[in-house]
């Protein structure tokens, strides 16, 4: 095969610079956009909303303070839906580049927004352990001191890059950034606000957010909970819950859903790419999601 046929798997030198130059340029713009800042002020509002009002049930501020990234989520996805859609309006090119790959170079420069969502939540993690923790669980197994494991904290920073790769796709599919942004806030709705929707036994595997602890079921609502293991958290029976179930958190339960959101991102990105990134970016999302499945199946409880 002649060299002229081959496909590139990499820039040429010569192009690297302009690819480099644009993705600095996206990654101002995404930096400017107001939505992720809008999202930042929204996150830390609803943060401070769960922690401040009375849980309705034993671990609903461990599982609200999960499912309130979304709202960062939502606005990364709306800035690079924008950035993505400039191609929309016409304008001159910031670098000599091919279509493929100034769509390459925006969502690279997008990594400058998952950037700061790492920043924001080693900040909340930070004030998280300096103020105690979270209460989990009902007496007698209960503690006043939940603290999100690592790989839970790093659900919102892969989360984000899922954003930046959706924001993209939804306006190579839509084909106009509002559009996009209506169908981003529906989906970033059901991730969190309405997480109890998708977080069944085995729904929660795919949702965007996975929302732990586990609820298992240990003995029945008539049970004397002091015959139970005393270092387990408890959770007491209730309308929705006729039983006495121990909360489980599984640290690599969420490592292998951070995976899976890895996965997403690969794919996502296959969608907002054309050209010759397209291909191997399918293959490698869609292994990624079985290998990160079977993984999340095999350590739930």
Known sequence: MSTTTMARPRLATTERAPFAA???LEAGRMLRHPAPWVGIALWVAASYAVLASEPTWSSAQYQGLQASSVFLAAGVSVAAAYAAGRDRYGLAEDAPVRAEDRAAARLVGGLALVGLTALVVAAGALWLRWSGGVPLGNEPGRTLHAQLTLPELLQPVALSAFAVAAGAAAVRLLRHPLAASIVLFVLWFLAGPAYWTVNGPVLRWFAPVMV???????????????????TWLLEGPGPFQPYWARLVVVPELAAWHDLYLVALTLLAAAVALPGRYRRPLVVAGAVLVVVAVALQARVTP
């Open 212 to 230: 732990q602890p586990y609820n298992v079921e240990v003995a029945p609502a008539t049970a004397d909970p002091l015959t139970l293991p005393p």
């Open 22 to 24: 644009l993705a600095r």
